[in-house]
Nanobody
Framework: VHVVESGGGLVQAGGSLRLSCAAS????????LSWLRQGPGKGLEWISE????????YYADSVKGRFTISRDDAKNTMYLQMSSLKPEDTAVYYC?????????WGQGTQVTVSS
């Protein structure tokens, strides 16, 4: 299983970014997918999940209404559209995939929001 995040960068407060998570080595459409993040000096925070099939989605209160998770099973890719970004959104963002009981992570992508 191979997982790669991309799309991070430096953005001003109020701006937007779209993160991508490309994965391979398993049947992408069969698994739920999650985004987590780790801010400077903070622990890992779960922020969103998208299920299989119709793609029911869930969000942490800290990002609800500002972030949108989606998936394109044909491209084996998950996305996180982030809007109205705040300095407290500064973190390394990771996608997490559980395949047959094993956790897989990418290397993360850095998002920095300046005030």
């Amino acid at each position: 299983v191979h997982v790669v995040e991309s799309g991070g960068g430096l953005v001003q407060a109020g701006g937007s970014l779209r993160l991508s998570c490309a994965a391979s080595g398993f049947t992408f459409s069969n698994v739920a997918l999650s985004w987590l993040r780790q801010g400077p000096g903070k622990g890992l925070e779960w922020i969103s999940e998208i299920l299989t099939g119709g793609g029911s989605t869930y969000y942490a209160d800290s990002v609800k209404g500002r972030f949108t998770i989606s998936r394109d099973d044909a491209k084996n890719t998950m996305y996180l559209q982030m809007s109205s970004l705040k300095p407290e959104d500064t973190a390394v963002y990771y996608c997490n995939i559980v395949v047959r009981g094993y956790d897989y992570w990418g290397q993360g992508t850095q998002v920095t929001v300046s005030s």
